[in-house]
């Protein structure tokens, strides 16, 4: 989507390595998401990021860490991939947190093999 | 905690006909926010349309409408005239503020529609 873009697209990584995926923003806006998606289960919120080197957790963060060192970027890293991981992830951005709904991302397909 | 429940996983219509997409949700808030997001086969999320909780009319957005009914906290998505582009995932999300003020969704495991020719 314009402004919003995430990288890579498509990953496949073997169990046990780090993964790191970026999402990137010229919207200028204040606050990002990462969800992931999976059947049965709709989008399931991971971190959010409120500002710069502000984040939080969301309803399943564990397995995963983020960072925002500028306004523009919003990294989720998974630290040691496991099969359970094996998701489409995505980011979403919003300018002032509140009910106007969000801009997300294309998402990333991730296999952990 | 707020649940969001779309009881239909599959669903189709004929091209031109109507067809209506439940969602009933779960929660003791009396402000609120419900949504439908379209995703494509391309995967993008899609905001089709949007319902403040304490506005009794139903929002309209062109083709799209909803069912709001606050009572039986029920939030169907009905969508006229379907055209196969309409094919796609379909989810329903509440979102309401917390304490520190922030909005965040509550999805549900969405409704896959296919427009039949």
Redesign the interface.
């Known amino acids: ?1 314009a402004g919003i873009t995430q990288s890579p697209r498509h990953k496949v990584t073997e169990t046990g390595t780090p993964v790191t995926l970026r999402c990137h923003q010229t919207e200028n806006h204040r ?1 990002m998401y990462w969800y992931r998606q999976d059947p ?6 991971i971190h ?1 990021s ?1 500002g710069v080197k502000d984040t ?1 957790k ?1 309803e399943v963060s564990d397995g995963y860490s983020v960072s925002r060192s500028k306004t523009e970027d919003f990294l989720l890293t998974l630290e040691s991939a496991t099969s359970s991981q094996t998701s ?1 992830y ?1 980011c ?1 951005i ?1 300018e002032s ?6 801009t ?1 991302g ?2 990333t397909r991730l296999t952990v093999v | 905690a707020q649940t ?1 429940t779309q009881s239909q996983p599959e669903m189709s219509v004929q091209e031109a006909e109507t067809v209506t997409l439940s969602c009933t949700y779960d929660t003791s808030e009396s402000n609120y ?1 419900l ?1 439908w997001y379209k995703q494509p086969p ?4 899609i ?1 089709v349309i ?1 319902q ?1 909780a304490y506005k009794q009319q139903n929002a309209t957005e062109n083709r799209f409408s909803v069912n709001f009914q606050k009572a039986a906290k029920s939030f169907s998505l009905k969508i006229s005239d379907s055209q196969l582009g309409d094919t796609a995932m379909y ?1 329903c999300a509440f ?3 917390d304490l520190s ?5 509550i ?4 409704t896959r529609l296919k427009v039949l020719a």
């Open positions: 989507d606050y049965g289960h709709g989008l399931r919120l959010y409120y939080d969301g489409v995505f979403a919003s947190g509140g009910p106007s709904g969000y997300f294309s998402g | 969001v926010y949504f391309s995967r993008q999320m905001l949007r403040e989810f979102m309401r503020g003020g922030t909005y965040k969704y999805f549900g495991t969405g």
